[in-house]
């Protein structure tokens, strides 16, 4: 099954940008909606943004114009740009796959059941 492994956390002042990105390997990326999800301090684990195999994107609104989610399916990999970022978007992000669910049911209804985890980066935004 999938291996996922996220990597480009780390501290940024509120406005900068960061630049995560995840390998996924042992699975043909063709086949798999992907995502990134984020878990601030003592709240609930969020869908930011998913990326459907037919390339539809969806991006919860708070991240709206701010942040780029991107996949290169020949390279096995997922992306999101992430720019002027406030303190608000601090958290553990993680990369995220699914064999059959849809962007919205991987965002939005059903994040408790996505087939693959990465084990998370943390993103700290602060002066």
């Known amino acids: 099954q999938p291996q996922l492994v996220e990597s480009g956390g780390g501290l940024v002042q509120p406005g900068g940008s960061l630049r995560l990105s995840c390998t996924i390997s042992?699975?043909?990326?063709?086949?798999?909606?992907v995502g990134w999800f984020r878990q601030a301090p003592g709240k609930e684990r969020e869908g930011v943004s998913c990326?459907?195999?037919?390339?539809?994107?969806y991006y919860t609104d708070s991240v709206e114009g701010r942040f780029t989610a991107s996949r290169d399916n020949a390279k096995n990999a997922v992306y999101l740009q992430m720019n002027t970022l406030s303190p608000e978007d601090t958290g553990v992000y993680y990369c995220?796959?699914?064999?059959?669910?849809?962007?919205?049911?991987?965002?939005?209804?059903?994040?408790?059941?996505?087939?693959?985890w990465g084990q998370g980066t943390l993103v700290t935004v602060s002066s």
């Open positions: 042992k699975f043909n990326l063709d086949h798999l909606t």
């Open positions: 990326i459907g195999r037919n390339g539809a994107t």
């Open positions: 995220a796959a699914d064999r059959s669910l849809s962007v919205q049911a991987m965002c939005i209804y059903r994040t408790e059941s996505v087939d693959y």
